[in-house]
Every structure is written in structure tokens, then in C-alpha cells.
T-cell receptor, first 114, second 114 residues
């Protein structure tokens, strides 16, 4: 089954620096999404990039997608302490009976040090 | 607030107890999901409901019993759980047929099985 794998598993940087997280997946996709999760809370959708897009921006977030390499990256520029969280990529899949579902990676734990 | 609520937020139960988790979405979505999140493991999809019909059961043990009385409410009935079932249980909803397939998550129920 396809599954996103994030790299690195953990990242610790100083406030103000840029943070880059990578995601790899195994099968063809229609789109790829990034989610954020604060400790012990639910996931929050950040950004979606379609398979025919190569780059997308949203505020301080920049997502790239390389379908030939089956990989994506999430860049957070000018990081802030409040960006400390876990970040997950998710790829779309069709389950049994045509149900849409997402397959999540293991996530990158990002720590921004003040 | 994502428009998805979960109760209770925390639950401690013995292995012989019966309890239920509740999820409610106020977004007009027609698909709802249960996920299990354990420490150091990827987010595991448990069940998918589309228009109140269960369309995915990801080999979940029968001690977990989902119920979807309508497209706004989703329950997870728990019975004779094991300590390894301790985890964060997340509910999500989405609009089936949407090209985005973005999921909206509740805050989760932290379950501890003694």
C-alpha cells in the first residue's frame, strides 16, 4: 500500500531559520496534502498540491511536488516558536467500495527553539 | 475550531468496561472517519463511513464497534479493550466527491486502558 514517509523524523532549529521537511510516497496520486498536529491534538490541514502542480505557496509555507521522484517537500520560512508541531504528508487513495481515503506518513516532529 | 467535536477528550477505562466515543461534525460533510494514533506509529485508518454506510474496515478487532446513525454523528463503541489499545483516537470528516478530499479533524480522545 502506498504510504508517505517523512524525512527527517525530527528536526530542531532556531527561531527565524527555515525548516524543510520531505515526504516520499509509493504510488500514483491525484494530490498530496500536508497537515500539522500540535501535541495531543487533532490534525489541521495546511496545504494541498495537485499532481499537475510543481509548487504552491501559502503564507510562509512553500510546497513542492516531484511526481517523477514521488516526493514532496514542505518549507516553512522564518520559523516561529508557534510552528513547533508534528507535520504529516498525506496522499489520496481509493479504498474498497470507492471510498476516498488518505494515507498518512509517520510525520516530522519540528521543534523551534527561541 | 475545525467544526468537528469529540467527546470525551480523555477516557480511562478498565479492560472489562464498555464505553463509547462520540464525534459530531457541523460542516455538512458526508464522509466520516475514525483513526487511531499510537506513539511512534503512523496514523492508522480504522473505519470510513460514506452517507452513513461503512465503506472501510481496516481489519479492526471486533472489540471496536463503530456506529453512524446519520452523516453528522459517528460513534466508536469500546468493549473489553486491551492495554495496547491505549492511544489517541481521532475523528475526521470530509466531503465525498470533492476533488480536494481535505479532511477536518476533531481534537481527539486520549484513551487509556488499564
Amino acid at each position: 500500500s502506498q504510504q508517505g514517509e517523512e524525512d527527517p523524523q525530527a528536526l530542531s532549529i532556531q527561531e527565524g531559520e527555515n525548516a524543510t521537511m520531505n515526504c516520499s510516497y509509493k504510488t500514483s496520486i491525484n494530490n498530496l496534502q500536508w497537515y500539522r498536529q500540535n501535541s495531543g491534538r487533532g490534525l489541521v490541514h495546511l496545504i494541498l498540491i495537485r499532481s499537475n502542480e510543481r509548487e504552491k505557496h501559502s503564507g510562509r509555507l512553500r510546497v513542492t511536488l516531484d511526481t517523477s521522484k514521488k516526493s514532496s517537500s514542505l518549507l516553512i520560512t522564518a520559523s516561529r516558536a508557534a510552528d513547533t508541531a508534528s507535520y504529516f504528508c498525506a496522499t489520496d487513495a481509493i479504498g474498497r467500495q470507492g471510498a476516498q481515503k488518505l494515507v498518512f506518513g509517520q510525520g516530522t516532529r519540528l521543534t523551534i527553539n527561541p | 475550531e475545525t467544526g468537528v467535536t469529540q467527546t470525551p477528550r480523555h477516557l480511562v477505562m478498565g479492560m472489562t468496561n464498555k464505553k463509547s466515543l462520540k464525534c459530531e461534525q457541523h460542516l455538512g460533510h458526508n464522509a466520516m472517519y475514525w483513526y487511531k494514533q499510537s506513539a511512534k506509529k503512523p496514523l492508522e485508518l480504522m473505519f470510513v463511513y460514506n452517507f452513513k454506510e461503512q465503506t472501510e474496515n481496516n481489519s479492526v478487532p471486533s472489540r471496536f464497534s463503530p456506529e453512524c446513525p446519520n452523516s453528522s454523528h459517528l460513534f466508536l463503541h469500546l468493549h473489553t479493550l486491551q492495554p495496547e489499545d491505549s492511544a489517541l483516537y481521532l475523528c475526521a470528516s470530509s466531503s465525498r466527491g470533492s476533488l480536494r478530499n481535505e479532511q477536518f479533524f476533531g481534537p481527539g480522545t486520549r484513551l487509556t486502558v488499564l
